[in-house]
């Protein structure tokens, strides 16, 4: 996958390559656990004795502890450090998963108080994205000319632990039973934990580290969640921010509930759900790729835009479409692809977006922008819905709208030079170690 020898500050290519595939799996676990909870919380209630109603009340509460959880992850990695951070995360979704098999059936305040912490899952991606914006710059220009496609190659990781979530959901559930299938997401995550230990440390939070006591005022004052809204770096942050929480508008009504909505407007029976999870998932991964590389050549804020505008489109044309299968679907899955596929140069951007002493602090806000996004989308539809207004409406407000006004939004984002990253931190490094 990188074909070097050595990289700056003694970062090699193996060392970049082992980051690569620990960073990927720890990803694929952590959505693992993630998307697991939804697929069994139908069965929890049944269990529970839990109606329709609760449980989607019980996931919005939840969503608001994960996103808490999230949030608090990233000033948490700016102090100790990406790899501690990696391993923090990792291990957070495994206590998730374990807890949440010994303690679910205790009552819906509890299940709250455990599953809140899979926002230790949730905040793996940014912290990836932190680490490894830094990682490939730090490398030779071969690598750090794809450095974007290769992060894609990571980003990647959620149809993958998705579809996984789902196929073994399907294979264990009916002789370990949903209590066994949450103990059996931990696993993973414990040995992904022991492969972690061996990363290093990148070299930008190596130069943050030796240079801390040396600081300028400015720079010591640039820290926490109070720094990400200072200086120039505030731009950033609202517009980043605003940008994500107004496109999980989108995700929460066209990929969360997307089948609800296609049922509902074209009176589409899916026979079999597991096709149409397969064939989204299977789209986004793809999206993933293409746009990963995209952002290489266009730069990632334009592939962004450029998706995301599209995709408000496709969602729009399928919302008002004819009633007939083949273009619904055909139109699903492109909304899916230029939706989902950005979030690979998405992440990456705004790993490249904050400087290292607020990277992981920034890239944790912006992302915790996602869940409360999904509980506005959630209300608004509600409240739509119970008005008399149709899911056509509902889905064209909450949906397709704010979609198409994120790829807007993003454009007003400062644009990150990739050489921005790098270079005058390394060089400190290099001073420091001399």
């Known amino acids: 996958m990188i074909e070097t020898t050595e990289s700056t500050a003694g970062m090699?290519?193996?060392?970049?390559?082992?980051?690569?595939?620990?960073?990927?799996f720890a990803w694929i676990f952590a959505v693992y656990d993630f998307i697991l909870f939804g697929t069994l919380l139908p069965e929890i209630g049944r269990h529970e004795g839990w109606s329709t109603a609760f449980q989607a009340e019980l996931a919005t509460w939840i969503a608001v502890g994960t996103a808490v959880i999230a949030l608090l992850v990233g000033p948490a990695v700016d102090r100790m450090g990406r790899r501690n951070g990696i391993i923090l995360t990792v291990s957070g979704a495994a206590v998730c998963s374990a807890l949440t098999a010994v303690g679910g059936g205790l009552g819906s305040l509890v299940l709250v108080l455990i599953r809140s912490l899979g926002g230790f899952g949730y905040a793996e991606q940014t912290v990836n994205a932190t680490y490894l914006s830094e990682l490939y710059a730090s490398a030779p220009a071969s690598v750090a000319r794809r450095r974007g496609f290769l992060y894609s190659l990571v980003q990647g990781g959620w149809p993958i632990g998705a579809l996984l979530a789902a196929a073994l959901t399907a294979i264990l559930l009916p002789h370990?039973?949903?209590?066994?299938?949450?103990?059996?997401?931990?696993l993973p995550s414990l040995v992904i934990v022991v492969f972690a230990r061996k990363l290093k440390e990148s070299p930008q939070f190596v130069a943050h580290r030796?240079?801390?006591a040396q600081a300028t005022a400015q720079n010591r004052d640039l820290h926490g969640l109070r720094g990400t809204l200072q200086g120039p770096t505030r731009r950033t942050t609202l517009v980043l921010g605003a940008a994500f929480l107004l496109n999980w508008?989108?995700?929460?009504?066209?990929?969360v509930l997307g089948t609800t909505v296609i049922t509902d407007v074209h009176h589409v029976s899916f026979e079999n759900s597991l096709v149409v999870l397969i064939l989204s998932n299977l789209v986004g991964y793809i999206g993933y790729l293409a746009f990963g590389f995209l952002g290489d050549r266009i730069g990632r804020r334009n592939a962004i835009a450029l998706g995301w505008t599209i995709s408000g489109l496709l969602f729009t044309a399928m919302l008002y479409a004819p009633h007939s299968l083949g273009p619904v679907m055909a139109l699903y899955s492109l909304g899916l692809f230029f939706l989902i596929g950005p979030y690979a140069a998405l992440l990456f951007f705004i790993g490249?977006?904050?400087?290292?002493?607020?990277?992981?602090?920034?890239?944790?806000?912006?992302a915790a922008m996602?869940?409360?996004?999904?509980?506005l989308a959630g209300l608004g539809a509600t409240y739509l819905l119970n008005s008399g207004a149709t899911w056509q409406l509902a889905a064209f407000y909450f949906g397709a709208v704010p979609c198409f006004v994120s790829g807007l939004l993003i454009c007003g984002a400062p644009k990150a030079s990739p050489q921005d990253v790098p270079s005058p931190e390394l060089g400190d490094v290099k001073e420091s170690l001399a």
């Open 12 to 24: 090699s290519a193996k060392d970049v390559r082992y980051a690569t595939w620990v960073t990927l």
């Open 352 to 366: 490249e977006s904050f400087p290292t002493t607020i990277r992981a602090t920034g890239g944790a806000l912006v």
């Open 370 to 375: 996602g869940p409360i996004g999904a509980i």
């Open 249 to 255: 508008f989108g995700i929460q009504v066209f990929s």
């Open 176 to 186: 370990i039973g949903w209590q066994g299938c949450f103990i059996f997401a931990a």
């Open 210 to 212: 030796l240079k801390h």
